[in-house]
């Protein structure tokens, strides 16, 4: 059977891989598998990412987003955030738990100086504290919500984000989105944001097998649902199809320039399947 492919029309959107796979926590559900000790994929060095910034405003990109693993263990996020908003909107995914009041006030500097926006992901995966650290970690949840609470008092709206782990079906028909939505309310946000994403068959939670993308499914599909037809990440190795796959070899589109990257990538994976169902971006919405 061959393997479909996804057209690609323009960069809308750049991901960075800043840390790699390499984080403080170790989450029963992360897609790539991160974790403190002996990361698989590398952390990028500053040139590195400066580079992949320069090159993506040349390329007409419009948002940049930053991840990992966890991007605040990077020893230079702030200069790289600072590169990246004199280029276009920029978001940091994180799991709240570095983020002190110096680091609170670092970012909102940041943001008031910059003419695009800084938006900060945290990540909570449930409103229980026991039930949350269970599967991130202890402690995790109270220093996210600590993280949120910082951010919120200098004016920085948090958006958090949750996985539907064992959820069933669906942010609607659980009532998790509005879940999520009063635990902020309760911690003093303003204006609560939240963005559930599904679960994606691939790292801790992959499996041998599963469900692939054929051509027949993909007749008359519109392929501009999909992420990578406008998406590249940036990671240790190259330039790869979507932050999902990214470091993985088989999505891996170039090993140089953005640009090269810019041909029909491999519906795969598994992931792809989950995208194609559910219309699922990585993106703040």
């Not at 229980?128 to 993280?147: C, L, W």
């Not at 810019?262 to 989950?274: E, G």
Request: charged share 20%; with cysteine.
């Amino acid at each position: 059977m061959s393997v479909p492919v996804a057209p690609f029309s323009h960069l809308s959107t750049l991901w960075v891989q800043v840390t790699g796979t390499w984080c403080n926590l170790q989450c029963v559900h992360c897609i790539n598998s991160s974790g403190p000790t002996d990361p698989w994929l590398k952390s990028l060095d500053t040139e590195t990412v400066k580079r992949h910034v320069m090159e993506a405003e040349a390329l007409g990109v419009k948002e940049i987003y930053f991840t990992g693993g966890e991007p605040f263990l990077h020893q230079d996020i702030l200069e790289l955030l600072a590169c990246s908003l004199r280029v276009a909107p920029s978001t940091v995914l994180t799991n709240g738990t570095r983020i002190t009041e110096k680091t609170a006030d670092a970012l909102a500097a940041l943001a008031g100086e910059s003419l695009y926006s800084l938006e900060i992901r945290v990540s909570v995966d449930d409103i229980d504290p026991e039930a949350n650290d269970r599967i991130r970690g202890k402690g995790a949840f109270d220093k996210a919500i600590r993280a949120i609470r910082l951010l919120h008092a200098r004016g920085l709206l948090p958006i958090l984000t949750a996985t539907e782990i064992l959820q069933g079906d669906g942010p609607e028909g659980n009532g998790m989105y509005q879940r999520f939505r009063d635990l902020l309310a309760s911690v003093g946000v303003t204006k609560p944001r939240v963005k559930i994403i599904p679960v994606f068959p691939a790292g801790r939670l992959a499996q041998e097998g599963g469900a692939r993308l054929t051509r027949e499914m993909l007749q008359g599909f519109d392929f501009s649902l999909l992420q990578c037809t406008e998406t590249r990440a940036v990671a240790d190795g190259g330039v790869y199809s979507c932050p999902i796959l990214a470091g993985l070899k088989e999505a891996r589109l170039s090993e140089g320039s953005l640009e090269e990257s810019f041909t029909p990538c491999r519906l795969y994976h598994p992931a792809c399947v989950t995208c194609y169902q559910t219309g699922m971006t990585c993106r703040n919405f």
